[in-house]
């Protein structure tokens, strides 16, 4: 029987989705998501201070989940500072951005070659179980990351 080692990190910050490039006037290419930025740089501080072990090299499987922002049509008004939800509120987003872009915006930042300290690069991700919904009153938007090494 082999003893798997488990590593949960919990990132804040608005999800950003990685994925559409776009190519300025003067042929550079950058990302259309002007949100990636400081997400990929939370994601590597949260690193940083949460993780303290080696740089992963071997296989790992992969559990993310996204917690995305509500708007404000799912708060009730006369008790909004309390966190009240709206019973009809959805619990699964829906929307916009795509899970699997998201998933991206993610495990580049844990590589060592996009300035990330957990894995040595993405490429070693053998399986991932990705889901996003809507935070849950009292809490902070962002994402909670299980890696499971094999």
């Known amino acids: 029987m082999s003893s798997s080692k488990i590593i949960e990190l919990r990132f804040y910050g ?23 930025q400081p997400w990929r740089a939370s994601i590597q501080y949260a690193c940083q201070v ?3 072990g080696p740089v992963i ?4 499987s992969l ?3 996204f917690v995305m922002p509500r708007s404000k049509g799912h708060w009730s008004k006369s008790i909004k500072k309390n966190g009240q939800l ?15 872009k998201l998933l991206r915006g993610v495990l580049d930042p844990l ?3 996009c300035g990330g300290c957990v894995l040595e690069d993405d490429s070693i991700v053998v399986s991932v179980q990705a889901s ?12 909670f990351v299980t890696i499971k090494v094999l």
């Open 111 to 113: 590589t060592i070659r």
């Open 86 to 100: 709206l019973p009809s509120a959805p619990v699964e987003h829906t929307k916009t951005p795509d899970v699997d």
């Open 63 to 65: 559990e993310v989940v």
């Open 132 to 143: 996003k919904r809507y935070q849950r009153a009292h809490e902070e938007v962002g994402a």
């Open 14 to 36: 608005e999800p950003a989705p990685q994925g559409s490039k776009q190519v300025t006037r003067w042929g550079a290419i950058r990302e259309v998501s002007k949100k990636i």
């Open 57 to 60: 090299t071997g296989p790992v």
């Open 50 to 52: 949460q993780y303290k």
